[in-house]
């Protein structure tokens, strides 16, 4: 099993920044993908960022040349740095592990709110 830890949402103006972190604990050998995904209200949960079982690194659209998806192997952390924030990026921000035997591992999610 892994369990995954996020932390970092809040409240933030409009053209603000945010940093998220995810720690993952556990079964972090079994991890072959990690990332971000977000689910605003009414709306499904979509992709923001990953690191692909490839190695390589996806981002949305709507959020590329302002988020940058980044990890500490040393301390099993995920990171997602938010720049230029927008009120369309008001979410609930969760923490994704894709593992071994298809495994998909979710946090509990973080709240990020942003005001214009």
């Known amino acids: 099993q892994v369990q995954l830890v996020e932390s970092g949402g809040g409240l933030v103006q409009a053209g603000g920044s945010l940093r998220l972190s995810c720690a993952a604990s556990?079964?972090?050998?079994?991890?072959?993908?990690m990332g971000w995904y977000r689910q605003a209200p009414g709306k499904q949960r979509e992709l923001v960022a990953q690191?692909?079982?490839?190695?390589?690194?996806n981002y949305a659209d709507s959020v590329k040349g302002r988020f940058t998806i980044s990890r500490d192997n040393a301390k099993n952390t995920v990171y997602l740095q938010m720049s230029s924030l927008k009120p369309e990026d008001t979410a609930v921000y969760y923490c994704?592990?894709?593992?071994?035997?298809?495994?998909?591992?979710w946090g509990q999610g973080t709240q990020v709110t942003v005001s214009s």
């Open positions: 994704w592990a894709f593992g071994l035997r298809n495994k998909v591992y």
């Open positions: 556990g079964s972090i050998f079994s991890i072959n993908a």
């Open positions: 690191f692909t079982t490839g190695g390589t690194i």
